[in-house]
């Protein structure tokens, strides 16, 4: 954590089931899959704290871009496997989201990410974290009971 990022340790977790179509040939995941499905645990997450992508981008223009994604392919997944994909907030910045996200099965992590979250505007540029997600994300997993207000409209 760097200096002005504030921590969270916020976890959630997502179910997922592995189809035929998430498969190579040799019916293991597709290892850019992975990447899919921690895009989709990232988007849950937000969306249990009251915050839809699509929701944030029309009230204050922001939308999120992976800037930085490191990846530790441990094992592979198969067709039919039950995983979890965990999200924990790690740090938040200013413009920034660090997270740490695990993809298992069974409790044993099969990819580890790290990755780096940016809030971006309209015009690709870098902005500010919504206040009211920030304070949601701060809050440690006490969900509130509302949305809050995201931020005002920016150009």
């Given at each position: 954590?760097?200096?002005?990022?504030?921590?969270?340790?916020?976890?959630?977790a997502m179910p997922l089931r592995v189809y035929?179509?998430?498969?190579?040939?040799?019916?293991?995941?597709?290892?850019?899959?992975?990447?899919?499905?921690?895009?989709?645990?990232?988007?849950?997450?937000?969306?249990?704290?009251?915050?839809?992508?699509?929701?944030?981008?029309?009230?204050?223009?922001?939308?999120?871009?992976?800037?930085?994604?490191?990846?530790?392919?441990?094992?592979?997944?198969?067709?039919?496997?039950?995983?979890?994909?965990?999200?924990?907030?790690?740090?938040?910045?200013?413009?920034?989201?660090?997270?740490?996200?695990?993809?298992?099965?069974?409790?044993?992590?099969?990819?580890?990410?790290?990755?780096?979250?940016?809030?971006?505007?309209?015009?690709?540029?870098?902005?500010?974290?919504?206040?009211?997600?920030?304070?949601?994300?701060?809050?440690?997993?006490?969900?509130?009971?509302?949305?809050?207000?995201?931020?005002?409209?920016?150009?």
């Amino acid at each position: 954590m760097t200096a002005g990022q504030e921590a969270s340790g916020l976890t959630h977790a997502m179910p997922l089931r592995v189809y035929y179509e998430d498969t190579d040939a040799a019916g293991i995941v597709y290892y850019a899959n992975y990447l899919k499905f921690a895009e989709r645990g990232r988007t849950e997450m937000m969306r249990s704290l009251g915050f839809e992508h699509s929701r944030i981008f029309e009230e204050t223009g922001i939308a999120f871009a992976v800037r930085r994604l490191s990846a530790d392919y441990r094992a592979a997944a198969r067709l039919d496997d039950a995983l979890t994909v965990e999200t924990t907030v790690e740090a938040i910045g200013a413009a920034t989201l660090s997270l740490d996200q695990q993809i298992r099965r069974d409790g044993d992590t099969l990819v580890a990410l790290d990755v780096l979250v940016a809030c971006v505007g309209r015009d690709g540029r870098p902005r500010r974290l919504p206040p009211g997600l920030r304070a949601a994300l701060a809050c440690q997993g006490h969900l509130p009971v509302s949305s809050p207000p995201i931020v005002q409209k920016t150009p």
